[in-house]
């Protein structure tokens, strides 16, 4: 194994543990900090909005411009479906079909 290979897996194996660091750090800090209901509902809406705007830009963009109407006609079908709580297969099944039948029908 090459000196480059070695660097690429400790890299990998850290950010490995650091990720599971923080998702392990979660559960087992959330009885022992406790933050004000004002900071609460903060983080509550700072998460909503980091996933719309996870959302948005992969369902809107790709590489550097516009990513057409059928992925976001996609997601804007999981998205509905998901909000009526529909399982989560049938969601993602939805939203992949309707992309890919809009391609299939010359949409971009």
């Known amino acids: 194994m090459s000196h480059h290979q070695l660097v690429l897996l400790a890299a990998a194996l850290v950010l490995a543990a650091g990720t599971y660091g923080f998702r392990v750090a979660g559960p087992l800090l959330r009885s022992r900090v406790t933050f004000p209901p004002r900071v609460e509902r903060l983080l509550e809406a700072s998460s909503v909005v980091l996933l719309t705007a996870l959302v948005a830009t992969t369902a809107l ?8 109407w059928a992925r976001p006609a996609g997601v804007l079908v999981g998205g509905l479906l998901a909000w009526r709580k529909v399982p989560f297969v049938l969601v993602v099944l939805a939203a992949a079909a309707t992309a890919a039948g809009l391609r299939l029908l010359g949409v971009r």
């Open 61 to 68: 963009y790709e590489g550097h411009g516009a990513a057409g």
